[in-house]
């Protein structure tokens, strides 16, 4: 609990009680292996959690790296709050390629769309970004993301 205090008032120490369902959501994810999901209301500070997990786990996990699915209308923000905490991030979306050459994602009749991302497939791959942002539709759209 000290750890978590300390990085989240490293994060931001104006910030100093966590509600309780977001120290859970930490709690079980230092105590367990795997994926995390967390669905809240707007006003429990989510955010803090995907700003803080990898620092926070980065002593047990080697370049930890955060997926965040979000609804599109919030990524940018979520974007440029990470990038003033100076926390390594990127967008995944459907306007860009993250193919390694940078070719469009396939060019197959069933792929529904091109997807982008404002980082490069090989920053993701040497764990030079720590949180991915998302929306569903860049996940789903396509037969790769479909596979992964």
């Known amino acids: 609990m000290d750890k978590l205090n300390a990085i989240v008032l490293s994060y931001d120490e104006k910030l100093v009680l966590l509600k ?55 990524i940018q923000d979520q974007l440029v709050s990470l990038q003033s905490h100076s926390i390594s991030s990127c967008r995944l979306d459907i306007n860009s390629n993250i193919d390694e050459d940078g070719a469009y994602d396939s060019g197959e009749e069933n792929d529904r769309c091109k997807h982008t991302s404002n980082a490069r497939i090989e920053q993701l791959k040497r764990g030079a970004i720590s949180v991915v942002l998302c929306h569903p539709e860049a996940l789903l759209n396509t037969k790769k993301a479909g596979k992964s």
């Open 20 to 74: 309780e369902v977001v120290i859970r959501s930490f709690v079980v994810l230092l105590n367990t292996k795997g994926d995390l999901i967390v669905n809240l209301p707007v006003g429990h500070r989510k955010s803090i959690l995907f700003h803080s997990i990898s620092k926070l786990i980065s002593e047990n996990v080697f370049k930890p790296v955060v997926i965040v699915v979000s609804p599109l209308n919030i």
